[in-house]
């Protein structure tokens, strides 16, 4: 035992534990004060004013009662995305290109996952099972999706991408875009043929849908609950196990090495005598499993699946990874965090602060204003190394 | 005479429509130092990236210890035992000094036998020992230089290629390298040496071959190149 911790690189396994803390708390932070500052200022205005008559509170107070729900809640999106934002950052790292069939590989994993829990269920094995078990067959659903989809990826790339390793870049970028439609409509076909429908719902159970309760806050008239989801801390545990999971077997094992010597410099690893395309093949299978089990986690928070479920989490992750620095893991554990942060923030507050005027449904205008900017101040994103640098 | 341990016969190798080795015909013999000299774009990397792999060749083969390599995949031509110091140096500029060398004998797994072999290359190049864990990329060229020679020596290779190993360094570490390379011959590794310097690299071969445009010009014993006035005159800059 004593021999194999020693051989155990604990350095490679907090860095990334410190860092999401780092990210979460730093970005929390960050977005509080903004909107403690815009509640200060609105409350002398008519937003204040709108807001006291409707529900009996200021805007100051309703911003700080609600504060750390939305940080919560933030954190939960935000670590679906960065486990999605890996496979894209992953796979960019290695070969320079984006793999937009990604969203689809996970809303493959979404169904997977799903549909496994869905049959479990015809067979009366869920909900009526103790809560040990429950947690076994989630665990079991994860990892079914994640072998499907990263072994769906592995195909994806040796049929789609593989043989245009030559072309110029936009060619396999139209392949991928190609294998994307190819996808959707593939689970929808089957969907369809399977189950007659293509919208599932994820079975409840366990205590997945139960709430842990802090603190109540009497607000005006009503009272909030301080609380969370236990699937929200399931979603947020099992994102940070993969996160750190993959950190360790980039940074610290010999095959990751082997991954960085790839992305560093593809001829020069292959007279190492490294067999590039088998660790393409494997950069796909890591990809994919991380985006299969972001699938499920996706479908568990939220419920409701469709063929089309991998399009807006999938452009948001690829969001994440350009805003961290494409090509950089740590850069995507940050865009992912950052990025679901800010859109739950905006999610929560733009309706009160606008007077309803710009509700939740326009909090994607942040994101992606953000993503805008940044791009234009630090054109390869917040941890992005200059690209001349790559050599 | 000695066995033959690689052999070139007839190769054309393309760059896209780029016609750039020509019939190259080549042999190097087991506990050789081979040279290949010759002017910017003569065909000297091209020939050693078809060796390895890297390129693969339209027309004609090559052999390895009496295979044929000429459709082998780098990797698997590397483990066979054929090591290639690309021009350039291909140093990996995110790693650090160790794990560059580390990934010089990727495919050995013992862990003692790997220490072992770093411990050798600090102590022919004790410059990298100081910089045992800065990134590759930040390293002097002449750095470099060093990592990427002590690098391919990882390998143990039965055969190594070297191409312009002294490129980028001092008069002092330029003698250093070919010391090295030569005393790594007397232990039995054969070399192919691709360099700029063609004196110095005379000097320490056995044969060698002058390339022109993607062909053999002249092949013969180093003795005798460096009284060939071609060569001194093209390549040796006696006027
Ligand atoms: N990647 C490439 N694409 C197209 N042409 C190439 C490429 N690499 C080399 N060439 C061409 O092939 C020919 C041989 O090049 P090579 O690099 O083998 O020359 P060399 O003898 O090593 O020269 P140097 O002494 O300058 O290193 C040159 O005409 C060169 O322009
Ligand atoms: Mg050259």
Request: hydrophobic share 50%; proline share 3%.
């Amino acid at each position: 035992m004593k021999r194999f911790l020693e051989t155990i690189n604990v350095r490679e396994l907090l860095q990334p534990l410190a860092q999401m803390i780092l990210f979460s708390l730093g970005s929390g932070a960050v977005l509080s004060v903004i909107v403690i500052l815009l509640a200060l200022l609105l409350d002398q205005t008519a937003a204040g004013q709108f807001l006291l008559e409707r529900n009996k509170v200021t805007i100051l107070t309703y911003t700080l009662v609600n504060l750390p729900q939305v940080v919560l809640d933030g954190l939960t999106i935000g670590f679906v995305y960065a486990a999605i934002a890996l496979g894209y950052t992953m796979v960019y790292g290695v070969l320079e290109f984006i793999n937009f069939a990604h969203s689809e590989i996970f809303a493959v994993g979404a169904f997977v996952g799903v549909e496994f829990l869905i049959l479990l269920k015809s067979f009366e094995i869920i909900p009526a099972t103790s809560l040990f078990m429950s947690y076994l067959w989630l665990i079991a659903a994860i990892l079914a999706a994640m072998f499907v989809a990263g072994l769906l990826a592995v195909s994806v790339e040796r049929i789609a991408y593989r043989p245009l390793r030559g072309a110029p870049r936009l060619v396999p970028l139209i392949s991928a875009i190609g294998v994307s439609f190819f996808l959707q409509d593939a689970i929808r076909l089957i969907e369809s043929l399977t189950t007659g429908q293509f919208h599932r719902i994820i079975p409840s159970f366990g205590n997945f849908d139960e709430r842990l309760v802090f603190s109540k806050i009497a607000l005006g008239a009503s009272t909030i609950e301080l609380g969370i989801q236990v699937k929200s801390i399931i979603v947020i545990v099992a994102a940070m196990l993969m996160l750190i999971g993959l950190n360790y077997l980039v940074n610290a094992t010999k095959v990751g090495r082997a991954i960085r010597a790839v992305a560093q410099d593809r001829s020069t690893a292959s007279l190492m005598g490294i067999d590039v395309n088998r660790i393409i093949s494997l950069t796909f299978l890591i990809g994919g499993t991380l985006g299969g089990a972001a699938g499920v986690l996706y479908a568990l928070k939220f419920t409701r699946i469709d063929p089309f479920v991998g399009f807006f989490p999938g452009l948001k992750a690829f969001t994440a990874a350009v805003l961290g620095g494409i090509g950089n893991l740590t850069g995507a554990l940050l865009g992912g965090i950052v990025l679901g942060m800010l859109e739950t923030f905006a999610g929560a507050y733009m309706s009160a602060f606008t007077m309803g005027a710009a509700g939740a449904e326009y909090k994607d205008i942040f994101a992606f204003s953000i993503l805008i900017l940044v791009l234009i101040f630090r054109p390869h994103g917040l941890m992005g190394e200059n690209v001349t640098q790559k050599a | 005479m000695s066995k033959t341990i690689l052999k070139l016969d007839n190769v054309h190798s393309y760059y896209g429509r780029i016609h750039a080795l020509k019939g190259i015909s080549i042999e190097v013999n087991e506990g050789e130092i081979v040279t290949l000299i010759g002017a910017n774009g003569a065909g000297k990397s091209t020939t050693l990236r078809t060796i390895s792999g890297l390129i693969h060749p339209r027309q004609g083969s090559v052999t390895f210890e009496g295979q044929d390599i000429s459709h082998t995949e780098p990797h698997l031509i590397v483990q066979r035992g054929l090591g290639h110091v690309p021009e350039g140096r291909g140093i990996f500029p995110k790693l650090t000094v160790r794990e560059n060398l580390e990934l010089g004998a990727f495919n050995l797994n013992d862990k003692a036998e790997m220490e072992h072999r770093i411990e050798q290359a600090f102590s022919l190049f004790p410059r990298l020992k100081e910089r045992v864990t800065q990134k590759g990329g930040t390293l002097s060229g002449g750095e470099q230089q060093m990592l990427a020679t002590a690098r391919g020596m990882m390998l143990k290779p039965r055969v190594l290629m070297l191409d312009e190993p002294s490129m980028g360094l001092a008069p002092v570490l330029v003698e250093l390298i070919f010391d090295i390379i030569k005393t790594m011959n007397e232990q039995g590794t054969t070399i192919l040496l691709v360099e700029q310097n063609a004196l110095m690299a005379l000097s320490i071969a056995h044969r060698g071959y002058v390339l022109q445009t993607g062909q053999v010009v002249i092949s013969d014993t180093a003795e005798n190149l460096k009284k060939n006035e071609t060569v001194q005159h093209a390549y040796l800059g006696v006027e």
